[in-house]
């Protein structure tokens, strides 16, 4: 049986990727502290529900990658 290689550059691009939507996930909850002019403790006190969207985020793009390859996949040529 042949071992699974994941390579270096994939798992660099991935752990950029969740760091952007973190980095989003973030932001949004920076906006919504300015825009109800909430005490900025909640940068701390809300980090699960920040995890939380930052990992729904995450599937979401895993899902629409999904669909993309579910339609490209049947046009690319066979080698």
């Not at 920076?30 to 005490?39: A, E, L, S």
Request: aromatic letters at 8%; hydrophobic letters at 65%; zero cysteines.
């Amino acid at each position: 049986m042949k071992d699974l290689v994941i390579k270096g550059k994939w798992i660099r691009r991935e752990l950029i990727i969740l760091a952007v939507l973190f980095l989003a996930a973030v932001i949004t909850n920076v906006i919504g502290i300015v825009k109800h002019d909430t005490r900025w403790i909640e940068m701390i006190s809300q980090i699960h529900v920040v995890l939380i969207l930052t990992l729904v985020l995450y599937l979401l793009l895993w899902l629409l990658r999904l669909i993309i390859y579910a339609v490209i996949l049947p046009f690319r040529k066979k080698k």
